[in-house]
């Protein structure tokens, strides 16, 4: 079985691609994942491929390693978390007075949320 390290992989479009140990790039279909799998950018994998579509595509895939994140420095979380907080009181003043946040706001705290989730998330 070829093995490789996933590229990347975007849930949203279904679809993403490995880099084999062997230089190929092989395509990656959400509809031959096994449930429950989510695939992330370095994870390591070994694969079956068959060529569909005039391209090799991975199926039956197997993690052998999963990534392990560049996690922050305390120091960096610290200063996060702290922007965070200040984030979290403006727009809960706003809501207090039946009043969302503009869409920027929002985006922003969004993502600030889920970049903070995936640090602190030590068992994917």
Known sequence: MPTGKIRWFDSKK?????????????YLSASNLPSSFTPKSGMKVEYSEIEEAGRM???NLHVVQRSVPRRHTSDEMNAIIEDLIKLLDSTNAKLKHGKWPDPLTCNRLAKMLRAVAEDFDIDD
């Not at 279904?14 to 092989?26: H, M, R, S, T």
């Open 14 to 26: 279904g679809y993403g691609f490995i880099a084999g140990e062997d230089g190929k790039e092989v």
């Open 57 to 59: 595509q991975a199926f």
